[in-house]
């Protein structure tokens, strides 16, 4: 089954990292960029799966990475604000 994946960034450096991010997040399936920095993709991957195959291709020290899985309603992400970060983990499905 395919899911429904909503793919959402931000990056320190747009000039270094955004063609290689944009096409590993065209590997993950059907695609269309919503905005300059959220993504739609029909993807085969989870929320999970997909954030662990972009993260490498961003800097982890200054770049955000959020990927929504709304077939599934999970999420996944990496370095957001610790406080957005605790806002999804206690609101997410509560």
Avoid: H, R
């Avoid at 200054?62 to 957001?80: E, G, K, P």
């Amino acid at each position: 089954m395919a899911n429904n994946l909503f793919i959402s960034y931000d990056l320190s450096d747009p000039d270094k990292n955004f063609d290689k991010l944009s096409a590993e997040i065209q590997k993950l399936g059907d695609w269309a960029q919503v905005q300059p920095t959220l993504w739609f993709v029909k993807s085969q991957f989870t929320s999970e799966q997909a954030t662990s195959l972009l993260w490498p291709a961003l800097n982890a020290s200054d770049d955000s990475l959020t990927v929504i899985d709304a077939t599934n309603n999970t999420a996944n992400w990496q370095n957001i604000a610790q406080d957005v970060a605790e806002f999804f983990e206690q609101s997410w499905n509560g």
